[in-house]
């Protein structure tokens, strides 16, 4: 019995795992990417520690006012802000909790897409896994994964199909 449960909660696991994997790959391929929110400038519409998916197939051309996009800031830091106007040189931006506009505008050059949805708080978790801690959370619990796969596999019981092959 416990067998059984244990093996349906393995079977839940792998199955998360690879559902997970398979869409980030299908969104990856269609060119979505996922970025981790650090700031609360976009509270409370985006909080602390969510993870937005920016399409960057959307272009430039057709981004309209209110949109949320992701753009690069000076480099490697991408920012995801509002759309507040947009002029001929370019397209101001804010974050929902800021007073004020962002200072450069965003250009062809520094877009990066459109933020299409977010998932709150799974940043935080993305984050954790980056750490040294995390690091070893994650080796440890694929060996657990990993182990449980055989312990499970070499405790069933063969079936008669099985013992026919083999006696043939």
Known sequence: MLRKIFSRIYFLIVSVLIAVGGILCISYIC?????????????PTIPVGSVCFVNQHISYQNIHTGDIIAFKLGGNATVTHRVVKIQADGMTTRGDANHVEDASLVTKENYVGKTIFWIPEVGNFVR???TKQGIIFLVS???????AG???????????????KNSS
């Open 31 to 43: 060119q979505v990417r996922p970025y981790v929110v650090q700031t609360g400038s976009m509270t």
């Open 128 to 130: 954790y896994l980056r």
């Open 141 to 147: 619990f694929a060996v657990v994964l990993i182990l």
């Open 150 to 164: 055989f312990l499970l596999d070499n405790g069933k019981e063969p079936d008669i199909s099985d013992n026919q």
